[in-house]
């Protein structure tokens, strides 16, 4: 249900709620951060080391829609969400986790999944002092 936007080097850039109105927009992304994961645990590894992935999930008011001019234009999102969502997959790896939610995407959802979580740090974003 949700919308991939681009591939940014090693990374994959989705969203969901944009551009088509998703209401439980929270539960869809944490379904597919669970999908990814067990599809990835299900691939072989390579070259002996298992293949993982990291997942930072977050939900915000941002801006969504065609950026650019008319010689190139692209559908793209603008704000600290975005950012924040990005942050918070790279903040996997000095947690040793695999998916990273904020409390707005857990307190979001309106379909409660069955999920295990627990709070991990309090975490300053650079460039923010909320």
Known sequence: NGTFLEFISDEVMA???APNTLPNHA???LSCAI????AVS???AVDGNPIRCRIGVHTANILAGNIGSNQRIKYGLLGDGVNLAARMKG???RYKTLTLASENALN???TQLPIATRPVD??????KTE
């Open 122 to 127: 309090l975490v300053a974003v650079k460039g």
């Open 108 to 110: 979001s959802q309106q």
């Open 15 to 17: 969203v969901f709620n």
């Open 91 to 93: 903040l996997n790896s």
């Open 35 to 38: 999908s990814i994961h067990q």
């Open 42 to 44: 299900d691939a072989h």
């Open 27 to 29: 539960s869809a992304a």
